[in-house]
């Protein structure tokens, strides 16, 4: 996997998972809200809480069902009563059932304490809940009883009819005052008729008004029901406190939670934020910071991977292998890493560049030295009146002063033409060659050259038709310099090979191997630099150092390429490859 979609990858898995906490910290706050305010509702009034949450306090054990602590402390703060029975009207559960209230139920005969009538005592409320049961559903019914002395307060209100005007009867005012409640008579027209203990009641009867207060008694400053008469055509309302009302499960006080548990859930989501982005700021920015200082290190020439104060690279563990967080960027680092050897083996090479050219301007000093001294040493003797100089002492003189010449010649020569290889600017004439006739006259030709004496040089050729497309010079001194280099560099008594040979239908190989002392790396390293002489104290060192270099500028030139193998004591081979015409073209 590259480096993109590792980042891709990496990048979309933080942000789910930064999704992911942000997701848990929100329904976990609103969890807390909803336990709020079910408690508050519990506490305010059991009768407001769904069935599904009263599920939630339900207890089992012992296959028996119960209610837990707080559902008991409502049930007390009430002064109600709870039951549980089960679809057939078996009571399964009961806590604070007054006598007055069945312990039993007939069939259907719970409805009528659910049904509320005008005249019961208590309002009754009832849920539908699930009991646990081995592979099915048990269904359940949980009542819940409140006391409801409106209701009573109603009857004795409409049992007494006080006329209109009339002073209120003594029993049914102590009743009313004992209760701390009041009641209101309106009119056909809906006018205030009478009242007890009501003063704040409207003039006109507002429908609207007491529909409301009736349908909103659960949590309310007051319990009210109003009654109808059809024969006198009054309409009645009762009202008393209600004993358990409190202000702090209002609708403010339910919008003050909200409010506070937003505030929560804000300073949640900030904190995560923030604990998020250090986290994520700590694991992207500690990899990127070590990748600045490794190419600070290397800026300034330093090319070792920084370590931490512990001595181990940055973002490592004691195996030795990369954190999670480092992993992601392993590309970079590997990359970082082939960069920083590059450097270091360039800056090596460079420094033996710059010494072989040091060394190879002080031998080709020393080369130019000394045939210009013999230039000058002769030409000032033929210079010089003192001495008659005969026709054969001024013949070897000449022939001297012109080798010496011709020497120089070469080597600026060569000079010259390894630029010019550099350079793409050497122009060649290739022409058809039978390359192995051409190789084997090479190769007779240096046998017969002083320098190969005490050499055993011997050809083969594998196959005796070969034609490429070669420059016959430019080819020539190929060879020449590959063999030259061999014979040169090399003891007396030396076994050097030169075979040809097909290795490919389009293509055939020049192999020119000795078993001479060989070379070790460095000088392997460095066969093909420009300015490079051999390492061995016995090696002929009066050639120029371009000879190598010369030949594969050469080899490339012609459309092939060479390689070279030794190891020291095990002698050289150098392996050409040519492209050439194929058989029959």
């Known amino acids: 996997m590259n480096l993109r979609k590792k980042l891709i990858l990496q990048y979309v898995r933080q942000f789910f998972g930064f999704l992911l906490v942000l997701l848990l910290c929100l329904i976990v706050s609103l969890v807390l809200l909803g336990i709020r305010l079910m408690n508050e509702e519990m506490e305010a009034d059991l009768s407001r809480l769904v069935a599904s949450d009263l599920q939630m306090q ?43 209230v069945p312990q039993e139920y007939e069939p259907g005969e719970w409805i009528t304490q659910a049904q509320n009538d005008e005249s019961a005592l208590y309002h009754v409320k009832h849920w539908v809940v699930d009991l646990p049961e081995a592979n099915t559903n048990k269904k359940a019914i949980v009542l819940y009883g409140a006391p409801a002395p409106e209701n009573a307060l109603m009857a004795k209100l409409l049992a007494a009819k006080p006329a209109n005007g009339a002073a209120v009867p003594a029993e049914l005012a102590q009743s009313f005052s004992r209760e701390k409640a009041w009641y209101a008579v309106y009119d056909r027209q809906g006018r205030l008729s009478g009242q007890y203990n009501a003063p704040q009641m409207a003039e006109q009867l507002d429908l609207i008004q007491l529909l409301q207060m009736e349908n909103e008694n659960r949590n309310t400053p007051d319990f009210t029901v109003s009654r109808y008469d059809k024969e006198s055509g009054l309409t009645y309302v009762v009202g008393m406190a209600n004993p358990w009302y409190r202000p702090g499960a209002a609708a403010e006080s339910v919008d003050s939670m909200i409010a506070d548990t937003f505030w929560q859930v804000g300073i949640i989501l900030i904190v995560s934020v923030l604990f998020a982005g250090s986290w994520y700021a700590l694991r992207i920015g500690k990899p990127l910071l070590h990748m600045v200082n490794w190419l600070g290190n290397l800026a300034q020439g330093r090319y070792a991977e920084p370590t931490g104060k512990n001595g181990r690279r940055v973002g490592t563990t004691r195996k030795g292998k990369r954190k999670k967080s480092f992993a992601v960027f392993q590309d970079i680092f590997d990359a970082l890493a082939k960069l920083s050897h590059t450097l270091q083996a360039n800056e090596e090479r460079q420094k033996d560049v710059e010494r072989t050219r040091e060394e190879w301007i002080s031998g080709l000093s020393h080369d130019l030295k000394t045939p210009l001294s013999s230039i000058f040493g002769y030409a000032t003797m033929l210079e010089s009146e003192q001495y008659e100089w005969g026709r054969g002492e001024v013949s070897q003189f000449g022939r001297t002063i012109r080798e010496k010449a011709d020497y120089m ?26 390359v192995v006739e051409a190789i084997r006259r090479i190769t007779a030709d240096l046998v017969n050259e002083p320098d190969a004496a005490g050499h055993d040089i011997g050809f083969e050729a594998r196959e005796e038709k070969i034609v490429a497309m070669v420059d016959p010079k430019w080819f020539s001194r190929i060879i020449i310099n590959i063999l030259t280099n061999a014979i040169r560099h090399t003891p007396k008594g030396t076994a050097v090979r030169v075979e040809v040979s097909l290795a490919a239908p389009d293509s055939f190989v020049v192999r020119i191997a000795d078993n001479g002392p060989g070379m070790d790396e460095k000088t392997l390293a460095n066969l093909f630099e420009r300015y490079y002489r051999g390492g061995h104290t016995e090696e002929d060192t009066s050639g120029t150092g371009l000879g190598m270099a010369i030949a594969k500028q050469l080899v490339i030139a012609h459309g092939g390429q060479i390689d070279v193998k030794s190891q020291p004591g095990k002698g050289t081979e150098v392996v050409m490859t040519f492209p050439c015409q194929p058989a029959g073209q």
Request: hydrophobic fraction near 30%; proline fraction near 4%; glycine fraction near 6%.
């Open 409 to 434: 010649n070469g080597l600026i020569e060569d000079l010259n033409l390894t630029y010019r290889l550099k350079n793409h600017a050497l122009s060649m004439v290739k022409e058809p060659v039978p």
């Open 58 to 100: 339900l207890e089992y054990e012992q296959g028996k069902v119960s209610v837990n602590d707080r559902v008991r402390k409502s049930v007390d703060s009430h002064n109600g009563w709870l039951q549980i029975i089960d679809r057939n009207g078996k009571l399964l559960y009961a806590y604070r059932t007054p006598d007055n």
